[in-house]
Structure formats: C-alpha cells, structure tokens
C-alpha cells in the first residue's frame, strides 16, 4: 500500500464556528485523525474561517469576452437578437475558446468553485468548436475543477436547419455530459406554438447515449408551464429522474400558494431539478419553497460579460450574494440559505458529495478572513486559500492548480 497523502490545515474555523479546529486532509477526503507513522504537512490557518467550495450550476464560458479588450454591446430585447449578438461577438474574440474558457474557469476556481456546468453553444454557425474547446479547457482543469458539459441549441433546432444534426453529433462525442435545450413553446415552437417536437430530439438523445438534459426555459406563463410539466412527464416516463434539469424556469416565480406548491410536488417526484442565476426580483426561484418540498435547486452564473450582458464575473460566493440582494435576505439564516444554495443546491443537482467539512466529507475548501458566514456572504473577502481534494488550486487569487 502506498503512503497517504495527508495535510493537516490548522486553526480553522469551519462555516465561522467559534472555535477552532484541525481538518486533516488524507488522500483528499478529510479524516477523523493523521494516520500512523505518516508525517503531514501542515498549513497554518490563523484561525481563518473555512467555508466549502462552491457550484456553479449554470454558466457559459464559450461566449466570455473575460480578459478580452471591453466589448460595447448593442441594444437587444429579444432571443434572436441576443443570440445574433453572440454570433457576432464570436467573430470579434481575439483569444482561441478553449483558452478564453480556462481562463474564465481558472478564475472560477480562484474565487472557490469546485465545479461548474459549462453550457455551450452547438449551432451551424460555431460548427462543434464550442465542445471541442470547451473539452480542452476541462481536460486542462483536471484535478482543480470539475466541468460538465451541456450542448446547448441556442439557437434553437426547429428554427435553425442543420443544429438537430449537431446536436446529435455532440451527444455520440463522448464529450458532453448533458444535452441542452431551449424554449420548446416559444422560440424554438412551431408556427402553432406546439413544442413537443424539441423534446423528442433531446428525450431521445438523452436515451440514446445515457446523458443528461439540461433545458433553457425563459418563456412565461403557459408557454413556460406548458412544457415544464411536459418535460415533467416525460422524465417520469423515461425513467429520468434526477438526471433532468430545467434552467431559469421564468414561469415558475410567477406562481405563489398552491400552484406553486403543486407544481413543486410534481418536479419533486418526477425528479426534475432547476437551477436560478437570480437575475432579479421577479425572475429569481422561490427556492426555500422548491427546497422545502424536495425539488433540487442550483445556483449558477449564467453569462459572464459576454455579448448578453457586462455583469458577472463567475464569483459564486458574490452570486450568493446577489441571490440575498434579489430575494432581501437579511436574517443569518436567509444568508446562510444563499450560502448553502451555491454549495449543497448545486452539489446535488450535478450529483457531486456534499462538503460538510466533517470527517467523510471531500477536503474541498477555501480559507477566508472574517467574524461569521453571513458577514462573508455579505462582504466577500478575498478567497486566500482555496482547497481541492486536498491540494492548494489558488492562492491570494492566483490560480495554482
Ligand atoms: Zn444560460
């Protein structure tokens, strides 16, 4: 047998308890204590919070222009207006994809993120260079950052001859971990608005190479609703559940009592998760509510200053942040239920082990200075150390993985 790695991380303060402790990495899962005969290295924490790694269950780093020279965006106000806004981005990035999405991601990890669902965009117009490059980056990222692949038609595959093809394509890669999809009522409906044709592409792929789905859904009211309950039905049917996944769910903030508790009872049981990226006040999910009956819930990043929008910055303890800023949290536990939605919410809707911090638990962690979680939330100190299985990845925001 070979010799564990163990690193023993003391005087810290996990989730900002009181009292200090030692967590005691072995073989990068903590443990109770430092196996015999071995020798550790020790990192002094200077009675430095430790907080679990984040998730960020939605972002796209195939359309960041981070670290790119300022992009001046035009007005848009529609999907296809965005989504010619990307097209024409594309054309204006100076840097190759793969290296302006390790860069994102990189950053990512400097700032405490242990794992992301990467969406990304599968349309004629990119060709599979989105998967291809995205697959780079992650082979790149190995061991400092988990990354999960979503092929995503934003263009839509009704609307857009030519993207079914590379959709199927993407999913017989081997590269993507899920199958995306977008608005099946709305933009990507037919002429009537029916959608089901959208759901048998993805359903069906999804089948067929054992993948995920992971479906955009920005449309409101029925056409929001509609297909949220087709899509519960058909998970239930295909024995899907927990491995389906519905993005923004824009209808579903719009239902308050008992719409909304029946419509979460229903995603419960058909094991359909969603993930927010809390753009505002009416578009965030009622999390507390879907947690509390069950429904997985992750937070996500969406865009990162790409030709959407100039905001984000993959950051997910300041996206826990903006999640209390849009839902005005202000108690410890309204916080603390920010905190938790980026780091157990999106652990479980991409199936990774929780981190407790407790004996058992992946040693993924960052080391912060500062008096309690909810401050940390609220102020955002700088991620002066950040753990994964074990192993330093950053460092005073340097990445080191
Ligand atoms: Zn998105």
Redesign the pocket.
């Known amino acids: 047998m070979s010799t564990p790695t163990v690193t023993v991380f003391r005087d810290v303060r996990p989730f900002g308890a009181p009292g200090a402790v030692d967590l005691i990495a072995v073989d990068g899962v903590l443990a109770e204590r430092v196996p015999e005969g071995v020798v550790p290295r020790v990192v002094e924490g200077a009675g430095r919070i430790a907080l679990p790694t984040l998730v960020d269950a939605?972002i796209?780093p195939d359309k960041t222009a981070w670290g790119e020279p300022w992009y001046s965006r035009r007005p848009a106000g529609s999907l296809p207006e965005y989504v010619r806004g990307d097209v024409d981005l594309a054309r204006h990035q100076r840097t190759p994809l793969a290296e302006r999405a390790h860069r994102l991601l990189a950053h990512a990890v400097t700032r405490g993120t242990r794992a992301v669902r990467a969406?990304v965009d599968v349309a004629p117009a990119f060709g599979p260079a989105g998967v291809t490059g995205l697959a780079e980056a992650r082979e790149r990222l190995a061991g400092a950052l988990d990354v999960q692949l979503v092929a995503?038609p934003q263009h839509g595959v009704r609307r857009t001859p030519g993207a079914a093809a590379l959709l199927a394509e993407a999913a017989a890669s081997g590269l993507v971990d899920a199958i995306g999809g977008i608005d099946p009522a709305g933009f990507d409906g037919g002429p009537d608005g029916e959608g089901p044709a959208q759901l048998d592409l993805l359903f069906g792929l999804a089948e067929e190479h054992g993948l995920e789905l992971d479906i955009?859904l920005h449309d409101r009211g029925g056409r929001g609703l509609g297909p949220l309950h087709e899509i519960a039905e058909r998970t239930r049917a295909a024995g899907l559940a927990g491995r389906v996944v519905v993005?923004?769910a824009f209808c579903v903030p719009e239902l308050t009592g008992p719409p909304l508790a029946e419509l979460a009872a229903l995603l419960a049981e058909s094991g359909v998760g969603l993930t927010t990226?809390a753009p505002s006040a009416h578009q965030v999910l009622p999390f507390r509510t879907l947690r509390s009956h069950g429904v997985r819930v992750g937070l996500?990043s969406?865009?990162v200053r790409d030709s959407w929008s100039p905001y984000g910055n993959a950051d997910m303890l300041h996206r826990a942040h903006l999640l209390g800023w849009t839902t005005d949290a202000r108690t410890d536990e309204q916080l603390a239920d920010c905190f938790a939605l980026a780091a157990d919410g999106g652990a479980e809707l991409l199936g990774l082990p929780a981190v407790t911090l407790a004996p058992g638990s992946p040693a993924d962690f960052m080391l912060l200075t500062g008096e309690c979680l909810p401050q940390l939330v609220v102020d955002l100190p700088p991620r002066e150390l950040v753990v994964r299985a074990g192993r330093e990845v950053a460092r005073d925001g340097r990445f080191t993985g």
């Open positions: 939605h796209h969406h995503f955009h993005s923004h990226v996500g969406d865009g």
